[in-house]
């Protein structure tokens, strides 16, 4: 493959991923405005019913066009990771959101491929630097500082909540799971397959177990900022960015790809600053320069030619 091509792939992965990057990076302060007038559950019923409304046309369109469909034995798989990798992750990551700071819960969030490098390490027994690994202890050491910044901060100007960013590690824990469990779902099904049902079985989920809870619940489902929140998630979180960060993956190497998420806090920043009036205490920004310190030593230096443990 000829270096021009080499380039050009790469020029392809950096826009999809800076596409994804500020989609997702806008979405915890539009989340939080919608969760004003809804319930989580709503929430996710609504942005998932409009996704998969989109998803399931092209899913039939490629499917008479000779696309390869998932192998029967995959189904119970797969059905258990499209539980795990929506409501099971996102109930959790969106309750926190509604008690803590987006700026904090789009930080925490971006945590999430260092956990799944740690769970590599642990479950599937993948090699990692030493510098990879001291990277990992650093950025762990600020993610907890962060989680718990309310204790040091209590009575402080904006509210941060530690139940709420403890319920968004439990979703990036989950989240890590969802991703390793995937590993393990052995299929030669296309991508707009995987997507369409991944986006569609939470639907049900949602509607049989999820949602009669909040059917009663007193909200206001018809008010602006929340169908614009639910608008902007099904096409822009669940189309759109999640498209662009599957096929920016497919030019680049799947740990490079992750240096993107990590920039999504700085798309956050501003619009949660000027629209939310939020900022970030001074262990808060002390806990982000633990992070940065240990992603830059577990992506930048990790690659080096350090012992592998």
């Known amino acids: 493959m000829s270096k021009h091509h080499l380039s050009n792939n790469r020029s392809k992965a950096y826009a999809l991923l800076l596409i994804n990057t500020i989609l997702w990076g806008l979405s915890p302060p ?66 926190g959101l509604r008690l803590t700071s987006s700026i904090e819960a789009s930080i925490l969030t971006a945590t999430g491929p260092l956990l799944v490098i740690l769970g590599g390490r642990i479950f599937l027994k993948e090699k990692i630097s030493r510098n990879e690994e001291v990277g990992l202890i650093i950025a762990i050491f600020g993610t907890l500082l962060l989680a718990f910044e309310p204790i040091f901060n209590n009575g402080s100007g904006i509210k941060f909540s ?3 960013n403890l319920l968004i590690l439990g979703s990036n824990l989950i989240w890590t799971a969802f991703l390793l469990l995937v590993k393990k779902l052995k299929t030669d099904a296309s991508q707009i397959s995987l ?3 991944l986006v569609s079985i939470p639907v ?82 002390l ?13 930048y230096h990790g690659k080096s030619k350090s012992a592998i443990i």
């Open 30 to 95: 539009i989340i939080k405005v919608a969760l004003n007038f809804v319930t989580t559950n709503q929430f996710l019923l609504g942005r998932y019913l409009l996704a998969s409304l989109i998803f399931l046309p092209l899913y039939f369109i490629f499917q008479n066009k000779g696309i390869k469909q998932l192998r029967q034995g995959n189904w119970p798989l797969l059905i258990f990771l499209a539980l795990l990798g929506t409501p099971l992750t996102l109930i959790p990551l969106y309750e």
């Open 162 to 164: 530690l139940i709420g």
């Open 195 to 197: 997507v369409s049902y």
């Open 204 to 285: 049900f989920a949602l509607l049989v177990f999820f949602t009669p809870v909040s059917v009663v619940a007193r909200t206001n489902i018809a008010a602006p900022l929340a169908l614009m929140g639910i608008v902007y998630m099904a096409i822009f979180g669940s189309v759109i960015a999640f498209w662009a960060y599957t096929k920016g993956q497919e030019y680049i190497k799947a740990g490079e790809a992750a240096i993107f998420t990590y920039l999504q806090p700085l798309i956050t920043f501003p619009l949660a600053y000027f629209w939310l009036g939020e900022t970030l205490s001074g262990s808060s920004l």
């Open 287 to 299: 806990a982000c320069l633990l992070i940065a310190t240990g992603v830059y030593f577990s992506e």
